[in-house]
């Protein structure tokens, strides 16, 4: 059998040898050779924010029994988290007391419209070791009478900003150096940019719907983070001047 045929192929670049119009400024650069080049880009960046959500309550015959309860393990979880360096505004906290029947119960539940269950507690992590050392701790000390949410892992504006400006640095680097590579192919030294622009930007991922269920429990926690993972991606085209070769005199000693 003949070998498969070789894939087409795909122009990068391009060398224009239009000429150059009037008024443009650049003695180093030889008039009207330009380099056209195309270039991309695709960048991931983790989730830089965890929401864990905490619940306890209490239901004791007497209302002060029941409030003291749950006062001394809200404590505890205040505790905790100062130690782990979590500063206060991290954690919200709210309580709701209510007669049951015949009994007094006390909860405590963070305002979260989102969530469909009430919490006690709710903190933000920004260190996802720290985040599990906490949970790790909270479970070892107060077992069966907290019940810890799986974390929900999210992206700050701030790092969803800082991930498109760096995927389109990135595009118009790799642009560039591609140029530099054509010009260096044919003995050529890249000028000034004169033109570049952004084509197309993509973004993707970064979040986990909370209705997919059943399976995330089970996902272990970076099977999670690299879920919430975001992706962006970037092409640019630009345009450079070419230069005529160095004239590399030898110098006298």
Known sequence: ????????????????????????VGPAALPGREVHVSGSAELSARP???????????????????????SRRLQYIAHTA????????????????????????????????SASCKALVCIIFSDFGKMQNVCNLLIEKLGTSVTINPPHFYHTPEAIDSLRRQVCVTAVGNTRRKAQEVCQLFGQALGKPLLIKEEETKEWGGHIDSHLSLSADSQTLQE??????????????????????????????
């Open 224 to 253: 999670k983070i690299q879920n919430a993972t975001a992706y962006a991606s970037c092409r640019v085209f630009a345009v450079f001047e070419i230069k005529g070769k160095e004239n590399r005199r030898s110098k006298l000693p």
């Open 82 to 113: 100062r130690l782990h360096g979590i500063p206060e505004e991290n954690m919200t906290v709210t309580e709701d007391f209510s007669r049951v029947e015949n009994t007094y119960q006390m909860e405590a539940e963070p305002f979260l419209p």
């Open 48 to 70: 830089d924010r965890a929401r864990v959500s905490l619940r306890l309550g209490s239901r004791k015959e007497a209302a002060v029994a029941a409030r003291s309860s749950v």
């Open 1 to 24: 059998m003949a070998p498969p045929a070789p894939p087409p192929s795909r122009v990068f670049a391009e060398l224009d040898l239009a000429p150059s119009p009037e008024g443009r």
